[in-house]
């Protein structure tokens, strides 16, 4: 397993820009996919984007396609997510998460075996 720390998190308004960094406390060779989900307040916990580790290959949910990005800096073991245009309903606490076996990054939350913390953001009106 692998421990995971969000960072980049904050307060913005509608039109602004985030970008949230996920840092594993090691090397993350093993790992084969990762993604960022989110949760408001009531609501499921729901995928964002991932990337495949090996290949960098990346998806995002629709409701994100067009103003994130996902990214990775694999040498630092590290995951990224650019915001763009934010809106008030990208307000919830993101996370960052890792999976084992998975090559394509999986949308089911079930599918990750290891998860940060969390990082707010809040995207005010």
């Known amino acids: 397993q692998v421990q995971l720390v969000e960072s980049g998190g904050g307060s913005v308004q509608a039109g602004g820009s985030l970008r949230l960094s996920c840092r594993a406390s090691k090397n993350t060779y093993n790992v084969y996919s990762m993604g960022w989900f989110r949760q408001a307040p009531g609501k499921e916990r729901e995928w964002v984007a991932g990337?495949?580790?090996?290949?960098?290959?990346?998806s995002y949910a629709d409701s994100v396609k067009g103003r994130f990005t996902i990214g990775q800096d694999y040498p630092k073991n590290t995951l990224w997510l650019q915001m763009n245009l934010l809106r008030p309903e990208d307000t919830a606490m993101y996370y960052c998460?890792?999976?084992?076996?998975?090559?394509?990054?999986?949308?089911?939350?079930?599918?990750?075996?290891?998860w940060g913390q969390g990082t707010q953001v809040t995207v005010s009106s």
């Open positions: 998460a890792a999976a084992y076996e998975y090559i394509t990054p999986p949308r089911d939350a079930g599918d990750y075996t290891d």
């Open positions: 990337i495949s580790r090996s290949r960098g290959v990346t």
